[in-house]
């Protein structure tokens, strides 16, 4: 003769098949969090080798002189961004070629313009440029008056290089456990010069200011001629956020 469950025996099976559905569906939350960190940080990753590959190669090809970052004491309501001359033709993708005349001198042709363009929360990091007017092309390096951020709507340059670029005065909550941490008024793209107190040897700081501009308290003796570069990219904006903080520096050849 066949006999029934027990009440006891059915709630232990109860309970055994609540405990496997409970240990089923966080194995699959923590699995389907995992992919969605990965899938997000290799995106990222991405995007920011190939923002940092057109950087690192357009600062490396400029002019010192020539090298503007933003906000600045001039224009301190300017959204984080830089400007440069190149010596490459407007529109050209050609890695392997710079207009040089027979001297080796680079014979610059235009502007180069990188600008944060703000979002809600996060921005996205923009590649621009601007032909130089025939007055201009005498060979000699001068920094642009126009800011980053005035992109025409025509423009055809426009490339959006990175998503996700921390925007200034942004506060993460939950990063590393901390109850907030808030960006700068660089947010997420900060250009600067880096100066070496009292010559080789000093201690270095951080300034907008550009060794060219003597008027402005540059001091081309407290100077080097390197650039630092950072950028901070939000990869994961959940309760557990992840930043990722890329720094390196550059020197302009000219």
Request: charged share 25%.
């Amino acid at each position: 003769m066949r006999r029934g469950f027990t009440i006891i025996e059915i709630v232990v099976y109860s309970f055994l098949a609540l405990l496997a559905a409970f240990v089923i569906f966080t194995l699959y939350t923590v699995g389907t969090r995992a992919r969605q960190v990965s899938v997000s940080s290799y995106l990222v990753s991405v995007d920011t080798e190939a923002a940092i590959r057109w950087m690192r190669r357009d600062l490396q090809e400029t002019a010192l002189v020539s090298v503007r970052v933003f906000p600045n004491d001039a224009a301190p309501n300017e959204p984080p961004g830089c400007s440069f001359v190149s010596a490459r033709d407007p529109g050209d993708l050609d890695e392997m070629k710079l207009n040089i005349n027979p001297y080796g001198a680079p014979l610059w042709t235009k502007t180069v313009f990188y600008t944060l363009q703000k979002g809600a929360r996060t921005g996205q990091l923009v590649r621009w440029e601007k032909p130089l007017d025939a007055s201009q092309k005498d060979n000699v390096p001068r920094a642009s008056d126009t800011m980053p951020s005035a992109i025409p709507s025509d423009v055809k340059t426009k490339r959006v290089l990175m998503s996700d670029t921390l925007e200034p005065d942004v506060t993460v909550t939950g990063l590393n456990g901390s109850p907030g941490w808030k960006t700068d008024k660089y947010g997420g793209f900060c250009v600067q010069f880096i100066r070496r107190q009292g010559g080789e040897g000093g201690d270095e700081t951080l300034t907008s200011v550009s060794p060219a501009d003597h008027d402005n308290g540059g001091d081309t003796a407290n100077n080097t001629s390197l650039l630092s570069v950072e950028l901070k990219v939000l990869a994961s904006d959940t309760s557990r956020p992840s930043v990722y903080d890329i720094e390196y520096r550059v020197h302009p050849r000219y």
